[in-house]
C-alpha cells in the first residue's frame, strides 16, 4: 500500500486475524513517503512479507508524513535494517504488535531519525537478530508498552526526548 500523499483511513473491519496485507518481499509493505497529513490512518490489519535489504523498513517506511496505525500485528518481514523506518515524520502507533520480523546486523525494530512517535500500548520484541526495539532521535512518547530485545537494548536515543509512562502491561493477541 502506498498512500501517495493522500489522505485515506484504510481499515479491515473484521482485524488483524483477518484482515492481512501482504508484500512480495522485495520492499516495504507499507509507505507514506508523500507528505500525508495528520488523520491518515492504517488500522485493523497485519502487515507481513516485506523485505528490503537494500534500504531501511520492510514492513513501513515513512517520510515526511503522518501516520497512524492502530490495532495492527506486524510480522513476517524479512531482510532489513528496521522493520519499521521512519524520517521526519510523526507516528502514531496505538495497540501495535511487532513481533517474529528478521532484523539484520545492528537494525532495530522501530528507527526513528528526527521525527516524533507517540505509542500506547506498543509490544515490541526484536529477538536476538535486533540491536534495539526502538532507536530514536527526536521526541518519542511511550505509554504502557512493553518493548524487549535479547539481542540488544530495549531503546536507544541519540539527542532525543524520551517520556515514558508505565501502567498496565499490554496483553499480546491471538493472531
Known sequence: IDFSGKYLDIFGIE???????????????????????????????????????????????IDGAALLLEYVIITGNERSYAVVYGTGSSLELDRVEILDNEIMGGGG??????????????????????????????????LDSDLRCSGGYGIATDGGELHARAGAQPERRDR
Open 109 to 142: 525494530v522501530i528507527v526513528l531519525d528526527n521525527g516524533s512517535l507517540l505509542a500506547e500500548k506498543l509490544i515490541v520484541d526484536c529477538g536476538a537478530d535486533g540491536a534495539y526495539a526502538l532507536y530514536e532521535h527526536n521526541s518519542t512518547i511511550l
Open 15 to 61: 482485524g488483524p486475524a483477518t484482515t492481512v496485507i501482504e508484500g512480495d518481499g522485495r520492499s516495504a509493505v507499507v509507505t507514506a513517503e508523500d507528505g500525508e497529513r495528520a488523520g491518515t490512518r492504517l488500522a485493523g490489519v497485519t502487515i507481513t512479507g516485506g523485505g528490503n535489504s537494500n534500504s531501511y523498513g520492510s514492513a513501513l517506511r
